[in-house]
């Protein structure tokens, strides 16, 4: 059974609520460093998988993407998708994204922004992914730090007695699998996996590990956001770019 | 002015006495690991950067490899070597490892065993390395992980009231630089870097990652060394084995 947490009305209430904040770690941190790591991507055929409200299919649909097929699991966020980020060039599908059916060597570029912690098979998803990539292709994601998610009771930072941040804790690391957290309700699933694995199984299926970044947040975001200056201490998020090859 | 911590007598004895008890982490998960990615040299001219007491180049020397140019900064531990590890396809040259001056594209592998983690400029040195090795040839090195080296003030495991691990604290990881320790001695130097900067200097430097590690104790270490399981809670070193290509 695959988790479908964003359809959850508590969760996709608070969720969208603060989305629409425009004051998150996806807007100051997250997404920038995606735009980034994405480049020019004219003329591109381009797989978004775990869209979402589907921001980032329309940014690439906005700067030159021929098209953009973007996949998410919850019916309520591809709703939402289709009400704020319509396009054309974008086709919304409501399937979880390890059940993909599309033709080999389709894709220019994969892009997927923190949704691959939600999967429990990386290796089958990546091995799927290798395949939907024409030659020189790329698979671009986010997906939280195994820093962050090693720890199996997933408590946060390590706070002092004025409740200042000590440290972040980890522990665990090495026994990969499910982690379950509360965020915004119990019992959200989260995967946990090593550095190791994350880029192994890349290189095992053909894709070339280019680049590794650990964002930070945007001037602007520890500006809006002061305790973004927390992601100086431990990185939340790794970004990974590789390429069939 | 380059450390050289390993000439310093009060850490020399402590670290050879450690060494010759056969009960390290050396023994039962840094060496294992590094002799398994290492694999078949035969036929190889290879180059050990922080040689140590040479056990490694010696291990290369009897496994095939036609010869090893070994490199250490102490010249205690290059004695030792010569003493302990002699070969005649072994040469120990006592220097810096930053300052090495050989040919370009001699080398067919480059290991390094838990040095470079005590090394200023990574990016520097990485250009060497990239420069000494064929067309095709590896670089195959342990560091200290960033899990482990993070945070300023290294005090190790957190522990509750009854001396029991609670975790391991992580701070301060996305500042890079000097990290001081108390080993033995006081004032070790190390440097911390990220897991993106040991990964992208060699991309930039047009070595290809093949694999990384964050390496387990074997079964005969867990017997022998049972404090060992500890390092299912946080990785101690990371291997990272790419090419050039």
């Known amino acids: 059974m695959k988790q479908n947490i964003y359809d959850n009305p508590t969760f996709f209430k608070e969720y969208t609520s603060l989305r629409e904040s425009g004051l998150t770690y996806n807007d100051f941190l997250e ?8 480049g020019d991507i004219n003329g ?48 919304y599908l409501c399937q979880p994204i390890e059940d993909i059916e599309l033709p080999a ?34 698979l671009i994601f986010t997906t939280e730090h195994p820093i962050t998610t090693a720890q199996k009771e997933m408590k946060g930072w390590v706070k002092g007695d004025k409740g200042e941040i000590l440290h972040w ?11 379950k957290e509360h965020w915004y309700v119990d019992g959200v699933i989260k995967y946990h996996r090593t550095v190791s694995t994350l880029i192994n199984v890349l290189t095992e299926h053909g894709l070339t590990v280019e680049k590794v970044e650990e964002p930070l947040p945007t001037k602007e975001g520890l500006k809006k956001l002061p305790k973004l200056i927390n992601e100086y201490r431990k990185p939340p998020f790794i970004l990974i770019q590789s390429k069939k090859s």
Chains 1, 2 share one sequence.
Do not use: W
Request: net charge negative; charged share 30%; glycine share 6%.
């Open 169 to 179: 804790p980890v522990d665990n690391y090495q026994e990969e699998g499910q982690r």
């Open 31 to 38: 997404q920038p460093a995606m735009k980034t790591a994405i």
């Open 105 to 138: 060597e389709s894709f220019d570029l994969v892009i997927s922004s923190l949704a691959i912690h939600y999967i429990a098979d990386y290796f089958a998803l990546i091995a799927k992914i290798s395949k939907l990539l024409k030659e020189g292709g790329r």
């Open 44 to 91: 591109m055929l381009i797989l978004d998988l775990g869209c979402g409200m589907g921001d980032l299919s329309k940014y690439c649909a906005d700067n030159g993407a021929v098209s953009v097929i973007a996949v998410d699991i919850s019916e309520k966020m591809i709703e939402r998708a289709k009400e704020e980020n319509s396009d054309k060039k974008v086709e």
